[in-house]
């Protein structure tokens, strides 16, 4: 649809209700981060509005990247000893997390259900 996003981009009246649209969407999805060095304001980070054209290789270079990343953390989500030695730490003073790993150490004590989303594979 180039032409179509082309007229969008010419027609301000179409365009700013869209762009305020996102940016809620955006805030509301948590699309937020600390920018540096001062790391208090919260601000959106960046996104773009309409589809942009990215080079074939890139593309399944990323793709290759992600399911690498996936395997990764895979593994990780299943290495108990790893994930209470790296945790340690944020979990002393982060509530938060400290409840997270209780709960992942009680599905571990009690045995889980085989669930796998297969998200490292290439499809």
């Known amino acids: 649809c180039p032409g179509l996003f082309e007229a969008l981009l010419k027609d301000e009246a ?27 304001p919260v601000t959106l980070m960046p996104f773009t509005l309409l589809p942009i054209p990215m080079p074939r290789a890139l593309y399944f270079q990323a793709v290759e990247v992600q399911t690498l990343f996936n395997t990764l953390v895979d593994r990780v989500s299943q290495d108990e000893a790893f994930l209470e030695q790296a945790l340690s730490s944020t979990i002393e003073v982060d509530d938060f997390t400290a409840r997270l790993f209780h709960i992942y150490k009680q599905i571990q004590r009690e045995g889980r259900t085989p669930v796998s989303a297969d998200l490292c594979q290439k499809h």
């Open 14 to 40: 179409l365009l700013q209700p869209l762009v305020e649209f996102a940016r809620d969407a955006a805030c509301l999805h948590g699309v937020l981060m600390r920018p540096p060095p001062t790391m208090k």
